[in-house]
């Protein structure tokens, strides 16, 4: 079934989530220094959730990465966080806990406040049974993949994409050569469990608007 309009499906898809986290706790490696001198004025500590993935999404400079964040009180509201968390180092395919500086973001930022780590204070690497969807095409917009001359796909040029069999390998390479500008193509997902930063394609969805 259609949507009832693309434009709204994509300001949709920039805008909220709902995504239920996980409970665990595992590689607590990465942390920074911060004193309470170091804290500009209004900035606090509050503890956040990061999901296992971060969808893209595109804003007026373009395409960008999101993570779809919540703060410790508030753990199944999930709205998304456009930016980066300073000191942090993200794997895909890993929930984490962390103590942060919340900062005011100024007001030309896409979000309200701005993240500097203290504290990884839990990392749980997710397991192979877990699934995710995430827009590949938007409308009025080229997809978020690149392909190499060898046919390697790369989300964003930074995740790889690998497809459980060489069928739906060819479909998506076709789907990115006939797309018309108002399609919407989305895909789901697993992740490897072997590699960092690679995830799997199990289907495909392709919606001509």
């Not at 890993?94 to 030309?108: F, I, K, N, T």
């Not at 739906?168 to 006939?178: D, G, N, Q, V, Y």
Request: proline share 7%; aromatic share 8%; glycine share 6%.
């Amino acid at each position: 079934m259609k949507s009832a309009n693309p434009l709204i499906r994509m300001l949709i898809l920039c805008g909220i989530s709902g995504i239920m986290p996980s409970s665990g706790s595992g590689n607590t490696s990465q942390s920074a220094a911060i004193s309470n001198s170091q804290i500009q004025p209004g900035g606090k500590e509050v503890t956040i959730l990061l999901d296992h993935y971060r969808p893209p999404c595109v804003d007026r400079s373009g395409p960008q990465w999101r993570y779809i964040l919540a703060m410790a009180e508030s753990p199944y509201d999930f709205p998304y966080f456009y930016g980066a968390i300073e000191g942090f180092k993200y794997q895909w395919g890993h929930e984490y806990r962390l103590l942060v500086v919340q900062d005011e973001a100024p007001q030309s930022a896409a979000s309200r406040y701005s993240y500097r780590l203290i504290k990884v204070l839990s990392d749980k690497k997710v397991g192979p049974q877990r699934r995710f969807s995430i827009p590949l095409k938007l409308p009025l917009n080229p997809p978020f993949l690149n392909v190499d001359e060898s046919s390697n796909i790369s989300l964003l040029g930074e995740v790889k994409i690998t497809t459980i069999n060489a069928k739906l390998k060819a479909r998506l390479l076709r789907l990115l050569e006939i797309a018309a500008p108002m399609d919407s193509i989305d895909g789901d997902f697993k992740h490897d469990q072997k590699r960092e930063n690679v995830i799997t394609l199990i289907s495909l969805r392709h919606e001509k608007n």
